[in-house]
């Protein structure tokens, strides 16, 4: 397939010879020259995997239109809360292994008699009689708050932090404190060729030079990007919309490349110009906010949980 | 039979080939000859721990004789039906759990798909820059020479952010949030050391 070495001949020859470096690019038997893609046409059938190996040099026409978007996710910082029907399970599980399991000797792990063997024989107790006592379905049943006695030496347990933070509560879609569990995805109100405002991912033009994976880059770098650690995953797009716009003219063809990436760390910083709102939102809260035509070519690149 | 051949009969030793059967006995425990400081007492508990006795009068640690498994197990299960069937409703759970994933997984590959052979059909130049496999220990001339122009945290950032790797900021999700929440105020002017 192609390789680095390819790719090297290929910009090696100046514009005049690149004939030949399509050659270069054939396999012993083909020695045809392929069809140049003519705008205008149909979008010739995708070409079966078999097919790759014949020379090709396609070029985007003038008339073409080549964007790109990103999707710029926040994986889940929680774990998934279990259903009640798995809490069930689980509790149902661990009963059976307490069933099943040999008895500790507890006069090899504790002084017979100690203070440490007091303590650990009261919390197996415990234990024992959550394990055969009925399956709480409620999951704060076990939470409540108890006074532990601290021995002499011990630190204090850490305090950990509730699941549902204080974005939570109040439904701030712009912090990305909100939903751990769940992947959001950034969605940016701006101004689209029409000018009317829209909602819609990340996007912006891929000149003629540059390459598509340089353009999200510049596009992560931009003055509202500027203040996230991001990550693009791959030089690959994950997706394409090929839209049919009413204002486009009959020979326009359009192409919305998608790349993932990840952000790390940092905000969305509106410049209130090209960027006027933004907002942290999951696969079902994006839905009625963008256009639906959108949506349905990009729906599908997005991660339901 | 005579009596003095019975009585000869029940002197006689009786001989047992059930070796594994044979009382253990510690040693400190043995009647008239205990002595109080055999050996150390933690050597003693790890032997006797290692080796515990044999006589059926409490449960083994080591399972050797667990006679009250089935009693536990019966208070632990409904019945046999009931634990089967509750299996059955499990492994229907994540049969559920399992399509949905592979179906998500589907769909986000033919769009990947999609995209890659519309770029190939668009322009070539666009799609080889796509496919450039990128070698996390080579760099390339250019960034060999902007490398050399950088100093300090800049330098750090550059060189800690790997080309073609994951970054180790991408973070593992935990049962609770930390304690400072999402850093909301990065900047790219105070990067961390590498």
């Known amino acids: 397939m192609f390789s680095r070495n390819a790719l090297r001949a290929f910009r090696a020859q100046p514009k005049v010879h690149r004939v030949h470096a399509a050659r270069a690019l054939a396999t012993a038997a083909e020695s045809v020259p392929a069809p140049v893609a003519v705008p205008g046409e149909a979008p010739a059938p995708t070409p079966a995997r078999s097919q790759w190996k014949k020379p090709v040099d396609n070029k985007r026409g003038e008339k073409d239109i080549v964007q790109t978007a990103v999707i710029l996710n926040r994986s889940p910082t929680l774990s998934r809360t279990a259903t009640a029907f798995e809490r069930a399970y689980y509790s149902y599980q661990s009963r059976i292994q307490r069933a099943l399991y040999n008895p500790l000797p507890t006069e090899f792990y504790f002084k017979p008699g100690s203070l440490l063997e007091g303590i650990f024989m009261k919390e197996e107790n415990e234990r024992e009689r959550k394990a055969f006592g009925r399956p709480n379905l409620n999951p704060n049943f076990y939470k409540k708050e108890k006074a532990v006695e601290l021995l002499p030496g011990q630190e204090e347990p850490p305090k950990l932090m509730p699941r549902i933070t204080e974005a939570d509560k109040k439904k701030d879609i712009k912090s990305l404190d909100r939903k751990g569990e769940r992947n959001l995805y950034l969605l940016i109100q701006g101004k689209d060729e029409a000018g009317e405002n829209v909602w819609r991912l990340p996007q912006s033009d891929v000149t003629e030079t540059e390459v598509l994976y340089d353009a999200v880059q510049r596009e992560l770098r931009s003055p509202y990007g500027f203040g996230m650690d991001t990550w693009v995953v791959s030089r690959k797009p994950v997706g394409v919309w090929r839209p049919t716009l009413p204002q486009d003219s009959a020979d326009t063809r359009r192409f919305l490349f998608f790349y993932k990436a990840h952000i790390l760390a940092g905000q969305v910083r509106p410049d209130g110009k090209s960027i006027l709102d933004f907002a942290w939102l999951t696969k079902e809260e994006i839905e009625p906010r963008v256009d639906q035509y959108y949506w349905s070519g990009v729906k599908d690149m997005l991660s339901d949980f | ?194």
Not at chain 2, 99 to 108: C, D, L
Request: charged share 30%; hydrophobic share 35%.
């Open chain 2, 1 to 194: 039979m005579s009596t003095p051949l019975l009585t000869l009969r029940a002197a006689k030793p009786q001989l047992t080939f059930r070796a594994a059967q044979q009382s253990v006995r510690h040693a400190a425990s043995h009647g008239a000859f205990k002595e109080q400081a055999v050996s150390d007492p933690k050597v003693e508990t790890i032997r006797r721990t290692l080796y515990p006795s044999n006589l059926r009068n409490r449960e083994s640690p080591t399972g050797g004789w667990r006679p009250n498994v089935g009693r536990r197990l019966q208070r632990a299960i409904p019945s046999v039906q009931a634990h089967e069937t509750i299996e059955r409703a499990w492994f229907l759970h994540k049969r559920h759990i399992r399509r949905a994933r592979q179906a998500e997984i589907e769909r986000k590959f033919k769009c990947m798909e999609e995209a890659m052979e519309t770029l190939y059909g668009l322009d070539t130049r666009l799609y080889l820059e796509a496919n450039v496999e990128e070698d996390p220990r080579q760099k390339s001339q250019l960034e060999i020479d902007t490398l050399k122009a950088l100093k300090g945290a800049e330098r750090r950032a550059v060189d800690s952010r790997v080309r073609g790797l994951f970054p180790r900021e991408l973070r593992v999700p935990t049962d609770t949030p930390p304690k400072d929440g999402w850093n909301h105020e990065w900047s790219p002017l105070t990067r961390p050391l590498s």
